[in-house]
């Protein structure tokens, strides 16, 4: 019988290959970290990002037009890296990987250390990621301001390598900053009863659609950061004369 009963005993399922614990938090501190030099060295070490009708993301909106001179990127670009900064997403990677708060699910914290959350100076300022939210929705507009304007050239209508480039930032940004939390919140947030009037069912839809985003917040934040760079630094080998722009039609 004893015989029968471990024949009849399923053999014990190998266990999935998966990732060493340590991998993720050290790629994201590989990857943030690149990204923070790369953006510090284009804000503070530049007075453009203008080619003919292409305009880095870091530099819109453009305030030289109002007579701003003095490194223009540094009074647009606070508002997108704060809000990046204070995302729900982006605050569990760096916590993790820069600040070991702690290093992954399964990880306790340090000895001697207790958690504090978000308490406590700098991390309290998290708080006010739905004031950086509105803030970017403005600068997202004169994002697709710059985007369509990409398409414009000199002799008319046209596609160029920067044209999709910078349209395809611009959607993957938009994804991202509508995927928001923030959003979220203010999309079904604030209700009681979705089905006592028009407006709270077609707001439950709208959150629902929005929760779906959600879901990939994460993906579209690295997607939409590495457009960012990607966007940039091809205005920026075309401002240099390193590249020159491919017309596609």
């Known amino acids: 019988m004893a015989q029968r009963a471990q024949a009849l005993t399923p053999a014990p399922r190998r266990r999935k290959w998966e990732w060493p614990w340590w991998v993720s938090p050290a790629g994201t501190v590989t990857a943030l970290g690149l990204f923070t030099i790369y953006s510090l060295w284009e804000t503070l070490t530049h007075s453009s990002g203008q080619y003919h009708n292409y305009l880095s993301p870091f530099f819109s909106p453009d305030v030289r037009a109002i007579g701003i001179q003095f490194l223009p990127a540094i009074w647009v670009v606070w508002a997108p890296l704060l809000f990046r900064a204070t995302c729900y997403y982006y605050r569990k990677a760096y916590?993790?990987?820069?600040?070991?708060?702690?290093?992954?699910?399964?990880?306790?914290?340090?000895?001697?250390?207790?958690?504090?959350?978000?308490?406590?100076?700098?991390?309290?300022?998290?708080?006010?990621?739905?004031?950086?939210?509105?803030?970017?929705?403005?600068?997202?507009?004169?994002?697709?301001?710059?985007?369509?304007?990409?398409?414009?050239?000199?002799?008319?209508?046209?596609?160029?390598?920067?044209?999709?480039?910078?349209?395809?930032?611009?959607?993957?940004?938009?994804?991202?900053?509508?995927?928001?939390?923030?959003?979220?919140?203010?999309?079904?947030?604030?209700?009681?009863?979705?089905?006592?009037?028009?407006?709270?069912?077609?707001?439950?839809?709208?959150?629902?659609?929005?929760?779906?985003?959600?879901?990939?917040?994460?993906?579209?934040?690295?997607?939409?950061?590495?457009?960012?760079?990607?966007?940039?630094?091809?205005?920026?080998l075309l401002i240099s004369g390193v590249l020159h722009d491919v017309r596609l039609f």
């Open 95 to 236: 916590y993790r990987s820069f600040f070991s708060d702690p290093l992954a699910c399964a990880r306790p914290e340090r000895p001697g250390r207790a958690y504090t959350g978000e308490t406590k100076l700098p991390f309290v300022l998290s708080n006010l990621h739905r004031f950086f939210f509105y803030v970017t929705v403005v600068v997202m507009a004169f994002l697709w301001y710059d985007a369509i304007r990409a398409f414009i050239f000199p002799n008319g209508f046209g596609v160029g390598v920067g044209s999709l480039l910078m349209l395809l930032n611009v959607i993957l940004l938009s994804v991202y900053t509508f995927s928001c939390h923030a959003f979220r919140h203010l999309i079904g947030g604030g209700l009681d009863c979705f089905s006592c009037s028009r407006g709270p069912i077609l707001r439950y839809s709208l959150w629902k659609t929005v929760s779906k985003w959600n879901q990939e917040h994460a993906t579209w934040a690295w997607l939409s950061m590495f457009s960012v760079w990607a966007t940039d630094l091809y205005i920026r």
